[in-house]
């Protein structure tokens, strides 16, 4: 799973303060193609959330025969669930913080994966051997992928390490037709931390 913000750039600092000065952003028409959704934001006493919890207990879900088809779709709207907010580890200041998630309007990519179980039991998550089988063919099958061209901005802390990447674009090999022209593209789009803060 792979989490994206859809805020402006006007809102970024308070994002990147919390989550780093380093980001990549996408074209939207890039991430619905691609399968992204927008989170549903659960409030504790919504009737929705009331409505989940009570179909998480209910007896679809304990009857074998229809495992498959309950449980499989039931766990594909949990992936695509968040509270409206809640306690997370603050790095940079070493504490835990209440956060209003909502602000972040997250988009998720949860791949679609035929050959692998979206869950597993935690004997064959605690096994190596099962665990890196897994893990590979879910690689395999749910890697989220893009091409230069979709590339909105990518984010720097500064001017320091926006050389350092202009320097590694500049050795870039794209697949893409017009390459020479798609990484003097993308070389436009890069930006730093520090004039966000300044110029939004």
């Known amino acids: 799973m792979v989490c994206f913000c859809d805020i402006p750039l006007t809102r970024i600092s308070e994002h990147t303060q919390f989550y780093g000065q380093f980001g990549i952003g996408f074209k939207r028409d890039w991430a619905i193609k691609s399968g992204l959704n927008p989170v549903i934001y659960l409030a504790e006493n919504s009737p929705l959330r009331k409505s989940l919890l009570q179909m998480a207990h209910s007896d679809v879900f304990i009857k074998r025969d229809l495992k498959l088809t309950y449980n499989d779709h039931y766990r594909e709207i949990l992936s695509q669930i968040k509270p409206l907010s809640g306690r997370m580890y603050d790095k940079a200041n070493r504490l835990e913080v209440e956060k209003d998630f909502y602000l972040e309007n ?9 050959e692998v179980n979206k869950c597993i039991p935690m004997e064959m998550y605690n096994d190596p051997l099962q665990n890196n089988k897994l893990n590979s ?48 593209i993308l070389k436009s789009r890069l930006i730093t931390f520090d004039s966000i803060q300044r110029d939004f």
Do not use: M
Not at 106 to 114: A, D, I, Q, S
């Open 137 to 184: 063919k879910s690689y395999e099958q749910g890697l989220l992928k893009f091409s230069l061209s979709d590339i909105n901005y990518i984010f720097v802390d500064n001017e320091s390490s926006l050389v350092s990447l202009l320097s590694y674009v500049d050795e870039l090999k794209s697949d893409e037709k017009d390459s020479e022209l798609t990484i003097e």
């Open 106 to 114: 997250e988009w998720r990519y949860v791949p679609e994966l035929t």
